[in-house]
């Protein structure tokens, strides 16, 4: 029996949501029996055991170093300072990269893997090289472009960039080149672009089955509405929230519908706001046929997001690859992309240049945004659908093969 480990890097919920993808696909491809081995911290770890309740056993926590928290995202001045110091009840940098590398080292070594999956862990992928263990490293960035605010932080992407290399092969999780929407975060070396494979986008698939519809899509029906994504991490999820807050506040805005998707499970959130300013609940506005011109949601079916996204004139995202993936590539949407930090800004700008969004990196620049797609929407729509023509979405497919080509080849 094969043995796979898949480690998880637990910063945001992109590198969780593109493994179970690809974990949900791995029998199709691999023939003979095998059983997987998750390994990450935080709020991934508590996702999986949720997930596999009667495989506790095959999960393991590793305490992988991520960045500290702050009000808009990472804060880079923090992180900086946890090299050496203890900052938010995080050990030194230093101390926790021995921690968490002795920890990895001791499950390699009871497990004995014959593949290891590394979305977004760097230290697995030494370990696999030193132990001649092939190993998948699945990626939407290798060595970002940096503006000139962040040019202290180029000694730490090329060492990144060093440990990345080590895997076997890199998956890219974008379409190829010329359609690459993480291309300015990528900036391959010669040594890398020999083991790197544009595998696609990991998107879910399946059809989901259709059910009535709910009161929410009732109430959305023949509105012309921005869809407006809260997505990521608590702090760039809350940095994300205030920053629309602030666009909300402008004239511009005030007859400018919006839904607001949170990306929380909590019903508190749910609430409709009137072009008058007084707040229904969702069931009161349907019943009150209430002209509204904003609705706050914690969690959307998958029904439901499809039918919002189905319905939007526009997508506005903080630059999240798989988000605007999603929104572009399967929706053919143009989005306004408001980054959090410059891996954000720079699939933004890459949209932006390709004439599938539009980049707005201040308030007042999101609102000019909004008019700029209004007004130019056929030829924004034009290039949505050469985009969306090359878009690869099973990228999740693509990774399982590599991944059972290479455990034939071990037999």
């Not at 691999?30 to 997987?36: A, N, Q, Y």
């Not at 990306?263 to 046929?289: M, Q, T």
């Amino acid at each position: 029996m094969f043995k796979i480990g898949e480690f998880i890097y637990p910063w945001g919920s992109g590198h969780y949501s593109r493994m179970m993808r690809l974990n949900e696909v791995l029998g199709d491809h691999i023939k003979e029996e095998f059983e997987v081995h998750f390994s990450s911290k935080g709020h991934v770890y508590e996702k999986l055991l949720k997930k596999f309740p009667d495989q506790k056993e095959k999960i393991h926590e590793i305490l992988m170093p991520t960045p500290i928290d702050g009000k808009f995202g990472p804060s880079v001045s923090m992180s900086l300072m946890n090299l050496l110091l203890p900052i938010s009840k995080n050990p030194p940098l230093v101390k926790q990269i021995a921690n968490y590398l002795r920890e990895e080292r001791k499950l390699y070594n009871k497990e004995k893997f014959d593949l290891v999956i590394n979305d977004g862990d760097m230290g697995s992928n030494i370990l696999a090289k030193n132990r001649n263990i092939p190993s998948l490293f699945i990626t939407n960035q290798f060595r970002p472009k940096l503006y000139s605010s962040r040019s202290y932080l180029y000694p730490s992407l090329i060492f990144i960039a060093k440990q990345i290399v080590k895997a076997s092969k890199i998956l890219v999780a974008d379409s190829p080149p010329p359609f690459t929407v993480c291309e300015y975060n990528l900036n391959f070396i010669k040594e890398a672009e020999r083991k790197v494979t544009y595998v696609g986008y990991f998107t879910n698939n399946k059809q989901f089955k259709k059910e009535d519809s709910s009161e929410l899509e009732k109430l959305v029906e023949n509105n012309e509405f921005g869809y407006w994504m809260r997505t990521g991490d608590k702090s760039t999820n809350d940095g994300t929230g205030k920053r629309y807050e602030e666009v909300f506040h402008q004239d511009e805005m005030r007859n400018e519908k919006r839904i607001i998707s949170h990306a929380r499970n909590d019903p508190n959130i749910n609430s409709v706001i009137a072009k008058d300013g007084k707040k229904y609940s969702i069931s009161e506005a349907l019943d009150k046929k209430i002209d509204w011109i904003q609705i706050d949601i914690g969690f959307l079916s998958e029904q439901e997001k499809d039918t919002i996204l189905n319905l939007c004139r526009y997508a506005v995202v903080n630059g999240s690859h798989t988000v605007m993936g999603e929104i572009m590539g399967r929706k053919s949407k143009p989005i306004v992309g408001i980054p959090v930090y410059d891996e954000h800004t720079n699939n933004i700008r890459w949209a932006e240049e390709k004439n599938l969004g539009v980049l707005a990196t201040k308030t007042d620049q999101v609102t000019k945004a909004i008019s700029k797609i209004k007004e130019n929407y056929e030829k924004f729509e034009e290039s949505l659908s050469e985009f969306s023509k090359n878009f690869v979405s099973n990228g999740a497919e693509n990774s399982a093969k590599i991944a059972a080509q290479i455990l034939e080849e071990k037999r």
